[in-house]
Nanobody, 126 residues
């Protein structure tokens, strides 16, 4: 089993930056070669893909809405994944979820992730 805990959310002004972290426990990133991802869900909207990274960190994918502003990374030695968010916009306001994938690759769909954190709120003020 995998436990995922997000941190780093909060209130930030438009144009600002924030870094989210996702700490994994229960089984290590490298032992099971798990792809990871970030999703977000705004009030009244479905959960949407934000970014994903493969088990080694050598392959990534981003939603068009965050491409060029957000960067996903991971430190397998620390069992931690990150999401660096720059040039934040009010429309980035959402609960951000960390997710652990079913395999080694980059996955962009909710259904490819059996493991989820509890979420962390990011609010961007205009």
């Amino acid at each position: 089993q995998v436990q995922l805990v997000e941190s780093g959310g909060g209130l930030v002004q438009a144009g600002g930056s924030r870094r989210l972290s996702c700490a994994a426990s229960g089984r290590t990133f490298t032992n099971y070669a798990m792809g990871m991802g970030w999703f977000r869900q705004a009030p009244g909207k479905e959960r949407e893909f934000v970014a994903a990274i493969n088990w080694s960190g050598g392959d990534t994918a981003y939603a068009d809405s965050v491409k060029g502003r957000f960067t996903i990374s991971r430190d397998n030695a620390k069992n931690t994944m990150y999401l660096q968010m720059n040039s934040l916009k009010p429309e980035d306001t959402a609960v951000y979820y960390c997710a652990g994938g079913s395999g080694r690759m980059v996955y962009t769909t909710v259904g490819s992730y059996p493991y989820w954190g509890q979420g962390t709120q990011v609010t961007v003020s205009s």
